[in-house]
């Protein structure tokens, strides 16, 4: 039944790959990052997931996340996606003990940007948003020397920071990342920041101009994004 359900995802994968996006697909990853694709649109992966989740959804949560694994294991852009797409589905049943298999998936199978923020806005930032006492772990994740772990702990924020949720957290986790020289995790941790200020603009702002002696100007721009035009300039000032 397992192996029937992923041959079937791939076949649905391969049938609908696009070589065109195949072709584009390695420019939007650094040099030797770029993952294993079949070439599929990220709407039509969506689609597929859904479709697909729909004969499984049934089966226990345990045997869904089972499912998963085998996506994750094949290092797919696609498969990956679509393991989030059916985790994410499951949030209403997310308990305690699941943190350990995220954990698991963010240290050992993400391998590049796009793997990295499908799990972590929404399966992660989910389960962290229901047990608040997790968000500590995402701060040990921040001071991991990789750089898709690092990220990890700041992207998971960004869903609940756009909803006023765990602002000093997210204080907290860009300053252990404040001078990271890795521009994924700048980027990162400088999208976090700007998802907390749509809701709680001049904390950021506060914060951004204390620290942008010291911000890089990677990660400023991207905290500053939503600002107005008038609180941009005086925050790019040198």
């Known amino acids: 039944m397992m192996f029937t359900t992923l041959d079937n995802v791939r076949k649905l994968l391969k049938d ?28 039509n992966v969506g689609k597929i997931a859904k479709e697909a989740f729909k ?21 797919y ?33 993400v391998t590049n940007w796009a793997d990295c923020d499908t799990l972590c806005n929404h399966t992660v930032g989910s389960f962290v948003t229901m047990y608040p006492e997790y968000v500590a772990e995402l701060k040990k994740w921040a001071k991991s020397t990789r750089r898709f772990v690092k990220r990890a702990g700041a ?11 765990f602002l ?15 521009d994924l995790v700048q980027k990162g941790y400088g999208w976090m920041l700007k998802a907390a200020s749509e809701a ?24 500053i994004e939503k600002m107005p035009v008038d609180l941009k300039a005086e925050a790019m000032k040198k």
């Not at 790959?17 to 709407?43: F, N, Q, T």
């Not at 089972?66 to 290092?75: N, P």
């Not at 393991?83 to 998936?105: G, M, N, R, T």
């Open 77 to 109: 852009l696609e498969e990956s996606v679509v393991a989030c797409v059916w985790a994410e589905s499951l949030h209403k049943q997310y308990e305690p003990a699941d943190f350990k298999i995220f954990e698991h998936w963010v240290h050992d199978c």
């Open 200 to 223: 709680h603009q001049k904390e950021v702002f506060d914060y951004v101009m204390a620290n942008k002696s010291v911000m890089p100007r990677t990660a400023l721009r991207y905290a």
């Open 55 to 75: 004969q499984i959804k049934h089966l226990p949560k345990q045997e869904i996340f089972e499912l998963c694994e085998g996506l994750w294991q094949t290092g």
């Open 155 to 165: 992207v998971t924020l960004i869903i609940p920071a756009r909803k006023g949720l």
């Open 168 to 182: 000093e957290d997210v204080f907290e986790i860009a300053d252990i990342l404040l001078l990271d020289k890795d």
């Open 16 to 43: 609908n790959a696009d070589p065109k996006i195949l072709a584009s697909s390695a420019r939007y990853h650094k040099e030797g990052e770029a993952p294993k694709v079949y070439g599929v649109g990220m709407a």
